[in-house]
């Protein structure tokens, strides 16, 4: 059974920065690609970013474009979003999930996760001066 456990985030000054990982055991994920999402209060989840764990290629929404970059760790079965220049409307909870089966040019607008698939338990992102 997959498990996602995430790590990092907190409170931030507008500006600042933050990284998040996303480590992943219990499913080979060569073949996949994690995705980060994003819940505000009020508002529906939204996708973030996505990354190829087999050759690191990754998508974005592009209100994370320029600022934010997801990488990969394979060794360490990890994913990590580094977020720069973050805004007070970057405030959410974060969420990773895998496998994500459409992680390509139409990310976000389309994202799926495998009905096999689990999503991280989400962390707190807050940016606020």
């Known amino acids: 059974q997959l498990q996602l456990v995430q790590s990092g985030g907190g409170l931030v000054q507008p500006g600042g920065s933050l990284r998040l990982s996303c480590t992943h055991s219990g499913l080979t994920l060569d073949y996949y690609a994690i995705g980060w999402f994003r819940q505000a209060p009020g508002k529906e989840r939204e996708g973030v970013s996505c990354i190829s764990i087999s050759d690191g290629r990754t998508h974005y929404a592009d209100s994370a474009k320029g600022r934010f970059t997801a990488s990969r760790d394979n060794a360490k079965n990890t994913v990590y979003l580094q977020m720069n220049s973050l805004k007070p409307e970057d405030t959410a909870e974060y969420y990773c999930?895998?496998?994500?089966?459409?992680?390509?040019?139409?990310?976000?607008?389309?994202?799926?996760?495998?009905?096999?698939?689990?999503w991280g338990h989400g962390t707190q992102v807050t940016v606020s001066s």
């Open positions: 999930a895998a496998p994500i089966l459409t992680c390509d040019s139409n990310w976000p607008k389309i994202w799926e996760v495998a009905d096999f698939g689990s």
